[in-house]
């Protein structure tokens, strides 16, 4: 079955769906990729370590990484202007 989030009637496989549906959808693929890609990043981090353990500390030190960005990234981009930002 095709899913289609549109309501016209053009569309041949259209299936009315709430707004919570359609976010679980995109939730669901969106968690998927990332479930493809972690897999796939573990893979080549144990060709270059050849240990499991150290690539876990080495991702549980990316994500820690990218958590603290995402907090002290998100308010500086509130405040100051993009177009100086990307210029910096």
Do not use: Q
């Amino acid at each position: 079955m095709v899913l289609h989030f549109t309501s016209s009637r053009l569309v041949p496989f259209t299936v009315n769906m709430s707004k919570i549906m359609k976010l679980s959808a995109i939730n669901f693929v969106v968690n998927l990729a990332y479930a493809c890609v972690d897999t796939i990043w573990a893979i080549y981090l144990n060709s270059f370590v050849n240990n499991p353990a150290y690539v876990g500390f080495i991702v549980s030190g990316f994500s820690l990484a990218a958590v603290i960005s995402y907090f002290l990234l998100v308010p500086i981009i509130e405040k100051y202007d993009e177009k100086k930002l990307l210029g910096y």
